[in-house]
């Protein structure tokens, strides 16, 4: 899978980051030639956790207040991440610009609580952290236990996983939906 030319945006929160949630995509697309680009609420650096424990800082490329354009949105997971995404505005309407726009989203672990706050589920197909699967729901979305997700019913390609152990599945994904 190639990715050269497409720039792919990481939107994350200051803190609580699921770090190999970060690294492990970025790399991917990376390797596949992609430029990704760290895009926080906030400029400076964001704060990585491995589960509670602070792990690496990374600097932050972009707010959702620019205007760059981007080719597809990678949401990495971590509990505290999309929390706080979600309560937002701004991050929150970064993320619904992706679905207007027709463009590939990807999320892990508790990411989808984010897409909930966008209201872009309705009628797609999903996975998740499992503990998310009731929010997935009330959004009117099919929630389902399985390693990777890929949902071409809506107007953006939607991939999921559930967990730091599913990235294999979600980068090879990632990167299939992304090239187009």
Not at 75 to 104: C, E, I, S, T
Request: net charge negative.
């Amino acid at each position: 899978m190639s990715l050269n030319g497409k720039t792919i945006a990481f939107l994350v929160a200051p803190e609580g980051i699921e770090q190999v949630e970060l690294t492990e995509p970025w790399k991917a697309v990376q390797d596949a030639g992609g430029t990704p680009k760290l895009v926080s609420t906030e400029e400076g650096q964001v704060q990585a956790f491995n589960h509670l424990d602070k792990a690496d800082t990374f600097p932050v490329d972009a707010t959702v207040h620019g205007s760059e354009q981007y080719d597809g949105l990678v949401l990495p997971g971590g509990v505290a991440n999309p929390d706080f995404l979600r309560m937002q505005p701004d991050a929150v309407k970064f993320v619904k610009r992706f679905f207007d726009q027709g463009q590939p989203v990807a999320a892990i672990c508790h990411a989808p609580w984010t897409l909930v706050e966008a209201g872009v589920l309705k009628g797609r197909t999903l996975t998740s952290w499992p503990s998310l699967q009731t929010d997935v729901r009330n959004a009117g979305a099919e929630w389902v236990d399985e390693e990777v997700v890929v949902d071409l019913t809506g107007p953006s390609p939607l991939v999921t996983s559930r967990k730091p152990d599913d990235l294999e599945a979600f980068n090879a994904k990632i990167l299939e939906v992304f090239a187009g």
